[in-house]
């Protein structure tokens, strides 16, 4: 079975500043896709970034990059410049290697402040 | 290009009534999936489909849930009867690749449900 665990309930940043939030893992299946969801007060589910456990450089999308180490199973999202839009709920997920079908972790509701 | 889109965004029940969800997915998105999150929680796989097969619904609760997809674009999803602890937003996803693990879900806003 996997496992998705995001230990942070709630995290606060300064605008500008740099944030990383984090997520730990847990399977069986050597290959695998990891990836971070933004869930803002509307409800919907925005995807960020992906992580392939074959990648051999860590992702980055913009602001969004992955801190991908797996040998310690965790993918923390590093936000650099946080902006005020940034503040929603972050979700950690994964696929696993043998089916489409996305286990997702508790998240992480993030505040960004003036 | 749309994203996932979903109806209607609320819904207020009272328990033991009946209650459908809608879902248009990206176009050209062969794979739907249907999630419920619970307050406090991530989302939380009901059924997937490949085309119109509902190919994972090992998470549905058979007795009240059903969906359909029966064309092969836009999705279902029923409850009857609805019981209080329904009450959770439901989302649905679309993708393009057929069962690679790789592939990236793109989700609608999502259908609140609060049963009375």
């Known amino acids: 079975a996997q496992k998705i665990t995001q230990t942070q309930p709630g995290m606060f940043v300064q605008e500008k500043e740099a944030v990383t939030l984090d997520c730990t893992y847990d399977?069986?299946?050597?290959?695998?896709?990891l990836f971070w969801y933004k869930q803002p007060s509307s409800g919907e589910m925005i995807f960020l970034i992906y992580q392939g456990s074959y990648d051999q450089q860590n992702a980055t999308e913009g602001r969004y990059s992955l801190n991908f180490q797996k040998a310690r199973k965790s993918a923390n999202l590093v936000i650099s410049a946080s902006q005020l839009g940034d503040s929603a709920m972050y979700f950690c997920a994964m696929n696993p290697g043998t089916a489409s079908k996305l286990t997702f972790g508790t998240g992480t509701r993030l505040q960004v402040t003036l | 290009e749309a994203g996932v889109v979903q109806s209607p965004r609320y819904k207020i029940i009272e328990k033991k009534q009946p209650v459908a969800f809608w879902c248009n997915p990206i176009?050209?998105?062969?794979?739907l999936y249907w999630y419920r999150q619970n307050l406090g929680q991530g989302p939380e796989l009901l059924i997937r489909?490949?085309?119109?097969?509902?190919?994972?619904d090992s998470q549905l609760p058979k007795d009240r849930f059903s969906a359909e997809r029966l064309k092969g674009v836009d999705s279902t999803l029923k409850i009857q009867p609805a019981e209080l602890g329904d009450s959770a937003v439901y989302l649905c996803?679309?993708?393009?690749?057929?069962?690679?693990?790789?592939?990236?879900?793109?989700f609608g806003p999502g259908t609140r449900l609060l049963v009375l």
């Open positions: 489909y490949e085309n119109e097969e509902a190919v994972d």
């Open positions: 176009s050209g998105h062969n794979t």
């Open positions: 996803a679309s993708s393009s690749a057929r069962g690679q693990r790789q592939e990236t879900q793109y």
């Open positions: 399977t069986s299946d050597p290959s695998y896709g």
